[in-house]
């Protein structure tokens, strides 16, 4: 479905196996012959992606965050020191990403902070190496969590909102879980069913397998 030219590559990543996806369009090249992608979730090891995409001839050009959980941020600070890209992410995650209790990693001794350098609303498109990325409000996981729709390639970038047959947890500070199975129904299940999903945990999956097998949201 949709545009091929967009690729999706990821890196498994930190201590709960979080998937940290970066988004390119092949067809695109600077001047230089490179290709430019958005990080999206850099869980850890920010220094190892960056090098990673380097060999590839890759440039960061935006980090893009779903949540801000300890385990989607971790290598944020050391991606955006060695890359100059900036970060965004849905406006009413801002709190979260700065508060080390609320975004978890006080509870590893991190103590991990990340300042955006962006802030979204639902529904803004952010446009980075030549993709756009529909930015979609699910709160439910976090208050202000979102997933990214790339429309054109049929494509979403789910963080810990939906996973295959699963649904992201709801016993963490400002989760709930209503707002979870609602942010799913209302803005997910919308989208076409041959939409390809990119977890932040786990397989890939597509919406038309998840309104028919998932347990969670019937």
């Given amino acids: 479905m949709g545009d091929s030219t967009i690729k999706v590559g990821m890196f498994t990543l930190g201590m709960v196996a ?3 996806y970066y988004v390119f369009d092949e067809s695109v090249r600077d001047s230089e012959g490179l290709l430019h992608c958005a990080v999206i979730d850099p869980g850890d090891k920010g220094d190892r ?3 990673a995409l380097k060999e590839k001839s890759i ?3 935006k980090i893009l965050l779903t949540h801000g959980h300890f385990d989607h941020i971790g290598g944020v600070e ?3 020191n060695f890359s100059g890209a900036l970060v965004g992410c849905y406006e009413k995650e801002r709190a979260l990403c700065g508060d080390p209790y609320l975004n978890l990693s006080n509870d590893y001794g991190w103590h991990w902070k990340v300042t955006p350098d962006e802030l979204y609303r639902d ?4 446009s980075t190496g030549g993709i756009d990325f529909k930015v979609i409000a699910t709160p439910g996981h976090t208050s ?3 997933c990214f729709y790339i429309e054109k390639a049929g ?3 789910s963080g810990d909102t939906l996973f295959e047959e699963s649904v992201g947890r709801t016993d963490f500070p400002t989760s709930s879980t209503r707002e979870l199975v609602d942010s799913i129904k209302e803005k997910l299940f919308v989208l076409p069913d041959e939409t ?3 977890p932040g945990h786990g397989e890939v999956t597509t919406i038309g397998h998840e309104k028919e097998y998932n347990p969670f949201i019937m």
Wanted: with cysteine.
């Fill in 18 to 20: 979080t998937n940290c």
């Fill in 155 to 157: 494509i979403l970038i």
């Fill in 49 to 51: 992606i960056y090098e």
């Fill in 123 to 126: 529904g803004d498109v952010v």
């Fill in 78 to 80: 050391a991606l955006k």
């Fill in 144 to 146: 202000g969590g979102c």
């Fill in 196 to 198: 390809i999903v990119y």
């Fill in 59 to 61: 440039v960061v050009d």
